[in-house]
């Protein structure tokens, strides 16, 4: 199986070659006849994997994730103090505890799926609701500062989404070794860069998430990065899909596609936030 620059698409063992040929994300729905045994004789969960077991899982996880998100995001606004203009004077400590509490706990189950390497359900659906803690703090911080600006994030979220589904599904840029591997390092490059910025803004140097036009060109290219990083994702659970990987791996492709959403929206929230201190 080609490698990816998703942590949770690495080292799945290979699909059950008992279920014969599947279809994927590029081929049409159905199946190949006459390869296999029936699939009736398979039970819930060992049956081959489909595309709609990788889309409603998706869409559960994501859907868990925007329900937790909102409602904190809602009672993160509700904690910020504020003066008698209205405008915020600091930051709560339930806030920030929630912020913290839902990064750890979030980063903790991802590291848990991520070496286990065995799909689940329950802690697909925990890490989610974790992650929309986190975010829907963050979103609260930066809503109460820029109305409106956690839209207009999950609205470019959605169409980077969509426009890259697109990209995979017509074939566009197709998904090669060579591919892969610039991806990959790109990836590697930019968590070099944000481990170097970080530490170096303990002295004051920030360049890359200073708002000015260097932490805009980043954010940018970050931004790009994590978008070619869907193509990776779509064609990892294409080939799970195709190799007959049981269903239940479905939650695996969910989750793997969730880190990436995280990472995206975050990204984007942080390149509206430079444009709103113009």
Known sequence: MRSSSNPAFRNLPRGAAQYGPNVGFNQPQGGVPGYGPPQTSAGADDRPMTVDDVVIKTALSLGTALVTGVLTAIWAISQLPTDAMGRITGISGGVIGALVGGMIVGLVISLVIIFKQKPSGPLTLAYSAAEGVFLG????????????????????????????????????????????????????????????????????????????????????????????????????????????MPSRWAWFAAFGLMTTLVWLYLEILRLLSYFQND
């Open 137 to 244: 703090a963050i979103s609260g911080l930066f809503e109460a500062l820029y109305p409106g600006i956690a839209l207009q994030a999950i609205i470019g979220t959605a169409g980077v989404f969509v426009a890259m589904l697109v990209v995979y599904k017509t074939g566009a840029v197709k998904v090669t070794p060579k591919l892969t591997k610039w991806i990959i390092g790109a990836v590697v490059g930019v968590a070099i860069l944000m481990l170097v910025n970080l530490i170096t803004s303990f002295f004051g140097f920030n360049p890359l998430r200073d708002g000015g036009p260097i932490a805009i060109i980043f954010s940018l290219v970050v931004i790009g990065v994590a978008a070619f990083s869907f193509l990776l994702d779509f064609d990892q659970a294409d080939r799970m899909i195709r190799e007959g």
